[in-house]
């Protein structure tokens, strides 16, 4: 199969003028293709890191139940307090490399990464910090003195994860508005079959127990990093966009926190509502049966979300690598490909969630109480995942055009004035809490379809150019604004 040519625009400005032009159904058919050859490869790379993880924790869980709370309990925590803000910053390269990848400004790739790469190496350091004393934290919050001492050890032992997770994710950022997206794959793809037994030999060969699975966690994670700076460094697709290191990244951090600091505050406000959900049910009736129903919801909807995911990745390269380029209705013709997409995938994937609800619990549990519960749950699982999709998408067009401080007023809003609020009033139980979440993503979509739907495409270039251009001069040449 011929990939489809990513850098080619789909509608020509000769557009309707000859024999040449094409209908409206091939361009979006085209469209849809471009999409799911870039969504696909991402799909499976997000996957497989944060699988990453779960094999770890699978792994502890074998050796007991207190090693499996602390591990359960440090990878939320360095979920809140650590990944989350990496990944939200570093999205601040979607609309950065690939604005300046659509206007043809290939150097300038090379040096957002690098400056992305300082600043968040050095964000890590505090949040090392914070991690170094997770056990008291926890123990200050009420946690179970064992427990918090578990997950403290963890997340020391996590550290070294940390510093590799931020510098992947600006690989990722970097290689993906690129269109480069299958050696993401690859390289995750077979460090994940190696995690498997790096994590057998740390936690069960060494003696180091569950603090080998989070040194494990460290050593997959630098692979990864190892193997994708190579790729950079030494691919010929790469050479036009990584020059080498240079004294430029050091110059106008105010150009990369000006996106990056929303884009992580939009990420971390969803992020944070779903963690509220674990601390909203411990306080119902029933905590025990509740809990155990709240960790199966999770993970499915977790896995679900992958597609969308990568969905919004795709769309948010597709939208700034045209909007860079000058070309406003590729974009818009983008966003509609991708919605269409989105309410495509929620349906199929809900429908299927639907006529496996009476079985989904028993791939975690035998106890029937959960699994009929479960099922209750799935369809409104169903629900959320629909509604989470076509926001992911979305917010991926709003990475693209460069909206994240709108996206992050939006969530504030959405999740924190009627997401939560709504789940508390809501909360007969976990089908309450999600409901009341359900809420919260409703608000969500009708916000962000109204900012999409009356946007001004031509203006959106406009302001790409401008940005392309302001970041590719030298400070002191930039007009005064």
């Known amino acids: 199969m011929e990939a489809p040519s990513l850098d080619a625009a789909l509608i020509s400005d000769s557009e309707g003028g000859g024999g040449g032009a094409r209908t409206s159904g091939e361009l979006f058919l085209a469209e849809v293709k471009k999409q799911l050859w870039l969504a696909g490869p991402l799909v499976a790379a997000s996957l497989l890191q944060n699988i990453l993880q779960v094999i770890s924790v699978m792994f502890v869980g074998h050796l007991g139940e207190l090693a499996?709370?602390?591990?359960?309990?440090?990878?939320?925590?360095?979920?809140?307090?650590?990944?989350?803000?990496?990944?939200?910053?570093?999205?601040?390269?979607?609309?950065?490399?690939?604005?300046?990848?659509?206007?043809?400004?290939?150097?300038?790739?090379?040096?957002?990464?690098?400056?992305?790469?300082?600043?968040?190496?050095?964000?890590?350091?505090?949040v090392s910090v914070i991690w170094f004393y997770t056990g008291s934290i926890l123990t200050l919050f009420g946690q179970d003195p064992e427990i918090a001492a578990e997950a403290g050890a963890y997340s020391r032992w996590m550290i070294p994860t940390l510093f590799a997770y931020g510098l992947i994710q600006c690989h990722n950022r970097f290689l993906q508005t690129q269109n480069i997206v299958f050696p993401m794959m690859l390289i995750t793809s077979v460090t994940a079959l190696l995690h498997i037994l790096v994590c057998w030999i740390l936690?069960?060969?060494?003696?180091?127990?569950?603090?080998?699975?989070?040194?494990a966690n460290g050593i997959s994670y630098w692979t990864i990093l190892l193997l994708l700076g190579l790729y950079v460094r030494l691919s010929p697709a790469c050479k036009r966009t990584w020059l080498g290191f240079s004294k430029e990244a050091l110059n106008d951090f105010s150009h990369f926190f000006k996106l990056a600091v929303p884009s992580a505050t939009m990420v971390c406000l969803e992020f944070w509502s779903f963690?509220?959900?674990?601390?909203?049910?411990?306080?119902?009736?029933?905590p025990k049966l509740e809990t155990s129903v709240l960790s199966i919801s999770l993970n499915t909807a977790s896995m679900v979300f992958m597609i969308p995911f990568g969905f919004g990745a795709a769309v948010s390269t597709r939208v700034s690598n045209e909007l860079g380029a000058g070309r406003p209705r590729d974009a818009k013709l983008a966003v509609k490909v991708v919605v269409f997409l989105a309410i495509t995938e929620g349906l199929l994937v809900g429908s299927t969630m639907i006529l496996v609800r009476n079985i989904w619990g028993y791939a975690y549990t035998n106890v029937d109480e959960v699994v009929k519960y479960a099922t209750i749950m799935m369809p409104i699982l169903?629900?959320?995942?629909?509604?989470?999709?076509?926001?992911?998408?979305?917010?991926?067009?709003?990475?693209?055009?460069?909206?994240?401080?709108?996206?992050?007023?939006i969530n504030l809003g959405a999740y924190y004035v009627v997401g939560i609020p709504a789940a508390v009033i809501l909360a007969f139980g976990l089908h309450g809490l999600w409901i009341g979440i359900i809420c919260g993503l409703t608000v969500q979509v009708l916000l962000l379809s109204s900012v999409t739907y009356f946007t001004n495409w031509e203006n959106?270039?406009?302001?790409?150019?401008?940005?392309?251009?302001?970041?590719?001069?030298?400070?002191?040449?930039?007009?005064?604004?």
């Not at 169903?382 to 996206?407: F, H, P, Y």
């Not at 959106?460 to 604004?481: G, L």
Request: aromatic fraction near 6%; include cysteine; glycine fraction near 12%.
């Open 68 to 126: 499996l709370s602390g591990a359960s309990m440090a990878t939320s925590f360095a979920g809140v307090t650590g990944f989350s803000f990496l990944l939200g910053m570093s999205t601040a390269l979607d609309t950065m490399c690939g604005q300046a990848f659509g206007a043809k400004q290939y150097h300038m790739l090379g040096i957002h990464m690098q400056r992305a790469m300082l600043i968040l190496t050095l964000v890590c350091i505090p």
């Open 203 to 215: 936690v069960y060969k060494s003696g180091l127990g569950s603090r080998g699975a989070a040194l």
């Open 275 to 286: 963690e509220l959900l674990v601390l909203l049910s411990g306080i119902l009736p029933n």
């Open 382 to 409: 169903a629900t959320s995942n629909m509604l989470d999709g076509i926001q992911c998408v979305l917010s991926g067009v709003a990475r693209g055009c460069g909206w994240q401080k709108i996206g992050a007023f």
């Open 460 to 481: 959106e270039a406009n302001k790409a150019k401008e940005r392309v251009f302001n970041s590719s001069m030298p400070k002191d040449m930039q007009p005064d604004v």
